[in-house]
């Protein structure tokens, strides 16, 4: 074998052999095309190859396929335009379809997502993963397999760690928080008397990365170079390599995922992970070792001691903690830095509101005392109706996704009115119907901060509803059903905590000639513009 390389290679081997390829009809034909006969025959073989795969995707029966100008344009074009106008397409549809009760599909170029009608969604509740997965749609909904190695198969861990509440772990995991905000907003909040222009954004997602990295690494990691940066720069790249994937076909995804300097940083970035991870391992078994012999330890719980402790197998924690740690990591910083920002750009877009929310955390403060010295975070955060009503009202007109919740079938599977899935489809709901419904929301358009907070005067009943982070019909933006965000509650508590701090200490306005900025619309992202900026000072009596 190696005698016959050498001979093809060699010795002008190679033209030989390819010589009868290069004088072929067809070659010289391809030669002979002008650059605009090129283009057009690779749109058509392109639009060819689309449409035999497009046939070939899992359809829903009785859901059309919505998006297109006309009968006339390519399902090519259809999903190159769905990167940009994807927001347009899925408000229509629910228009269109949604609001008949009835389903439409939603054409990109990775794969196809059968939108529901909202009455779908309570169904949710008692439907179980085995049957409609919310893990393996997060798989196919972020390119997982090609973004970023097999992140969310490993995601079921990890959701036990947020979602454990024994022993008031939740709450525990809150008080760490709160004693790592204090740190975190001295050092990250800019030390200004006069007004200036602060790039708030960044400064709020590094608050939150020293947080949540409390949270699960612990105090002497979450305050690392190395956590710090993959903390910032990790979700960064992730997202950028899975939107990347979504507007590529799905046959290039083998090709183009090793081109991807997004790829290229998560890798590394992963590598270096065990530099956080192995350093938190030894701690928390000292830690165990002291007391078990009697010892007292300046330790607090963190949710890689609490994997370690109670996962079935141990072996598999300790085999792929960096993975299991940025599990937690993605969709917890990024989107509660979002929120956070987005109702900042809100009040200073509606400015006659600081005083009011200002009044109210002062109040709180007078009657309980600075949050967790007299009551526990998680309580102290209740109180803030106002506030809450408020970030209620701004994330309805700023939410992340416009599509969600998801669910896989796993299985074929039926609803109750007899609406037939079949196995291997992605189904997914209008999250943003509470900006376009009147119904779901009377006035959509109008940024009403008290919506909230009147229906919750209603009745006692109602008091204990349309809260933050709450999953109903009205509020999607969490999920719903026995699969709803497992983590939203510590979300919340985290923003409130977060903004009650920083609207008590510091002013915001927009600049000179500055507007609310523009979310940005991506596929189904809707994203902060990330170069807007705020004036801030610090405040004054």
Known sequence: MEVQNATLLGHGGMAQHLQPVLQSPITESLLSLTPFQGITLFLCLFWGYSSLTVHRRIKVTGAPVHGYWSWFEPTWLLQLRYAK??????????????????????????????????KYVTELRTIPNAKLSRGKANFLEWGDQWAMKNLWSHIDLPIKAISENRHGQQGKYLEAMRREFEYAVEVEMPKVDDWTAVDIQKVIQKILARMVGKMIVGKEACRSPEWLDLAEHFTEDFVGASLIMRMLPKWTHPLVTNLLPQRWRMRRRLREAVNITNPCVARHEEAKKKRAQGQEVDAEDN????????????????????????????????????????????????????????????????????????????????KLDLLDSFFNESQRLSQPLSITPNRYAVEDFTFK????????????????????????????????????????????????KHLAGQPSLENLTFGFGSQACPGRNIAITVLKMILSRILRDYEFKFGEGQARPKNIHLLEFIIPDPNAKLMVRKRRV
């Open 85 to 118: 106008d994807a927001h347009k397409i899925i408000a229509s549809g629910y228009k269109k379809y949604n609001l008949k009760g009835k389903p439409f599909v939603l054409r990109r170029q990775d794969l196809d997502v059968t939108v529901l009608p909202t």
């Open 303 to 382: 949710m890689v001691g609490w994997m370690l402790d109670n996962a079935p197998d141990k072996q598999y924690v300790l085999d792929h903690l960096p993975i299991l740690i940025l599990v937690i990591l993605v969709p917890a910083a990024h989107t509660t830095a979002m929120g956070i920002s987005n109702l900042l750009f809100h009040l200073c877009e509606y400015p006659e509101w600081d005083a009011k929310l200002l009044d109210e955390i002062v109040k709180v403060n007078g009657e309980f005392g600075p949050i967790g010295q007299k009551m526990p975070a998680k309580d102290w955060v209740t």
């Open 417 to 464: 009115d007899g609406l037939h899935i079949p196995k291997g489809a992605l189904l997914g709901w209008v999250s943003i119907h509470n900006q376009i419904d009147p119904k779901i929301a009377p006035n959509p358009d109008v940024f009403d901060p008290l919506r909230s907070y009147r229906k919750r005067q209603v009745s006692a009943e109602e008091a204990a």
